[in-house]
């Protein structure tokens, strides 16, 4: 066989190992739901791990109604929702309008 004859051979043999799917090791990586998730979370306020003093920067959050967060879910248990937080006396519609996208419940 000539040279050229005997590359053809051999580049012609290995076209099937080029059409093989990649194995699961090959394939790249997809990040985890919960990196994209953390980003959009960045910032805010847990109501349930935060303290009277990080719940008093929200917006017509002062003090007192800062304690009575910490105090309902003392009494009360976790938020399952950051809608609960117009649950606490002195919250009304309009505090969890304007703070509800500094807010989350985890």
Do not use: H, W
């Not at 805010?44 to 929200?58: R, V, Y």
């Amino acid at each position: 066989m000539n040279r050229k004859t005997l590359l053809t051979a051999l580049l012609l043999g290995c076209l099937p190992l080029l059409s093989q799917p990649l194995l699961a090791a090959d394939k790249p990586v997809a990040k985890p739901a919960t990196t994209l998730t953390s980003a959009k979370e960045a910032g805010k306020i847990n109501l349930n791990t935060a303290s009277a003093d990080e719940l008093a920067a929200l917006k017509g959050i002062g003090e007192k109604k800062a304690q009575a967060i910490v105090d309902y879910r003392e009494k009360q248990g976790k938020f399952t929702s950051v809608d609960q937080l117009a649950d606490v006396s002195g919250i009304g519609p309009a505090t969890l309008d304007a703070n509800r996208d500094m807010i989350i419940v985890k």
